[in-house]
């Protein structure tokens, strides 16, 4: 497991920055389950995962231009 060190001001409780982390981390450890539970039901392989990412990144990018979010 990686380790980080992050600065918390004096006036932050560091208790509870370390609450907020710890929820974050089993949140996502959570999702990270029912992805991979998800993908084993539905027998997506590493090709099917390559082509739906490059599909999300295509709407992704039609979604930036209709929110008038993209730089150019």
Do not use: F, N, Y
Not at 32 to 48: A, P, Q, V, W
């Amino acid at each position: 497991m990686k380790q980080i060190s992050i600065k918390v001001p004096e006036w932050v409780d560091e208790e509870l920055v370390k609450l907020q982390i710890e929820r974050i981390l089993a949140l996502e450890s959570k999702k990270r389950e029912l992805i991979e539970e998800t993908l084993k039901k539905l027998e997506i392989d590493e090709g099917d995962l390559m082509e739906l990412e490059k599909i999300r990144g295509e709407v992704w990018k039609k979604e930036k231009k209709k929110l008038r979010l993209s730089s150019s």
